[in-house]
């Protein structure tokens, strides 16, 4: 009889985020009831957005508390099926969080097409390649020529971003936490430039960067590059603002940049939030031209693993500390 692993949230962090936040347990294979499925979980995702959700500063995630299954969405082979829309051995995106098995309704479950490996969907294809599609192309507004600038620029987010701007023909601006990673987006995703926000001399570099300044910025962090970017934008520049993963691991989020509102008047600036889910009804659409842009060679999807449910409260603390490049994933089975 199988077992299912499940990692559980043990403690919220006070501080940072700590592996001992977390803890393994084995409990039984859950039965699927009426129009529900069992899904054998493949992979799942590993991302920032998953410590605001334990920091009670994702909306969308509800209030943070102990003894329940870490949430993250997942691709899952379906084993048994009591719905008709879904058989055995299809393989689907549903939010299984970082366990073996799960059940859900069948129609929260989506079913994923194509030959190539389904956990693209929980990077390039799935909620982080979309945010990057819908946040630049329709909080950013980039049009040709204009300089973009993107924070977090070699996470899954952000490597995404850059390269859309890229292909919108816009220049394009990189910031990490590495000069490693700061040359690979020059030289593997074509940016134009990348500074590292851990440079001493960051803000000089930051200056020379931009050039005559920034048409788009598209935070992912806040904090320090956040501030940064404002003093540097151009007239009319539009600020998208994705998350805050500066502000993420902690207790105590720093205060709000200097400069706004007085830089939003005097630059005639948009500074706009946004949530992927509020273009749920185009995801179809953003995903085809992904796809395309794969297919062409344009567009490059980093991924990066980890192997084994075990390990996901491991990456998870090395991803807040800036350890991952592009999507990272941890293969629960082999498929
Ligand atoms: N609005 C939405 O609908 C939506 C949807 C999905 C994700 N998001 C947001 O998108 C952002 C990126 O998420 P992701 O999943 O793609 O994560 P990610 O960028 O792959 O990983 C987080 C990265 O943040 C950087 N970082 C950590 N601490 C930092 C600090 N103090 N200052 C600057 N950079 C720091 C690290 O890279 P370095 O080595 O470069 O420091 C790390 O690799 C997050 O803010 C997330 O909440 C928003």
């Known amino acids: 009889m199988p077992e299912n692993r499940q990692v559980v949230i043990a403690s919220l962090p006070t501080g940072a985020l700590a592996e001992s936040d977390f803890e393994l347990q084995t409990v039984g294979v859950p039965?699927?009831?009426?129009?529900?499925?069992?899904?054998?979980?493949?992979?799942?995702?590993?991302?920032?957005?998953?410590?605001?959700?334990?920091?009670?500063?994702?909306?969308?995630?509800?209030?943070?508390?102990?003894?329940?299954?870490?949430?993250?969405?997942?691709?899952?082979?379906?084993?048994?099926?009591?719905?008709?829309?879904?058989?055995?051995?299809?393989?689907?995106?549903?939010?299984?969080?970082?366990?073996?098995?799960?059940?859900?309704?069948?129609?929260?479950?989506?079913?994923?097409?194509?030959?190539?490996?389904?956990?693209?969907?929980?990077?390039?294809l799935g909620t982080n390649g979309l945010t990057a599609y819908f946040g630049l192309l329709e909080v950013g507004e980039p049009k040709p020529g204009d300089t973009v600038v993107v924070s977090a620029a070699a996470g899954s987010v952000g490597h995404l971003v850059g390269q859309i701007a890229r292909i919108q023909g816009c220049r394009v601006v990189g910031v990490a936490g590495s000069d490693e990673k700061c040359q690979r987006l020059v030289a593997e995703l074509g940016f134009d430039a990348a500074v590292s926000h851990r440079s001493p001399d960051f803000r000089q570099e930051f200056k020379a960067a931009c050039g005559d300044g920034i048409d788009v910025y598209f935070d992912n962090t806040g904090g320090d590059v956040l501030g940064a970017a404002l003093f540097r934008m151009r007239n009319g520049g539009r600020i998208a603002c994705c998350g805050v993963v500066s502000q993420y691991d902690t207790s105590k989020p720093a205060p709000g940049p200097r400069g706004v509102p007085g830089l939003l008047v005097n630059k005639r600036l948009r500074m706009q939030g946004f949530l992927v889910f509020d273009w749920a009804q185009r995801y179809g659409e953003a995903r085809a031209q992904l796809e395309s842009w794969l297919d062409s060679g344009e567009l490059v999807a980093w991924q990066d693993e980890f192997e084994g449910l075990e390990s996901a409260p491991r990456a998870l603390v090395d991803l807040l500390a800036g350890g991952n490049v592009g999507t990272r994933i941890v293969r629960v089975s082999p498929g």
């Open 31 to 124: 039965e699927p009831g009426p129009g529900q499925v069992l899904c054998r979980t493949l992979a799942v995702s590993v991302s920032a957005g998953s410590r605001a959700g334990l920091q009670g500063s994702a909306s969308y995630a509800g209030a943070p508390k102990t003894g329940i299954v870490m949430s993250s969405l997942a691709v899952a082979r379906v084993e048994r099926s009591n719905d008709p829309a879904l058989s055995p051995g299809d393989v689907v995106t549903c939010g299984a969080g970082w366990q073996d098995w799960s059940v859900h309704p069948a129609q929260q479950c989506f079913r994923v097409e194509g030959s190539a490996d389904p956990a693209r969907y929980l990077g390039v």
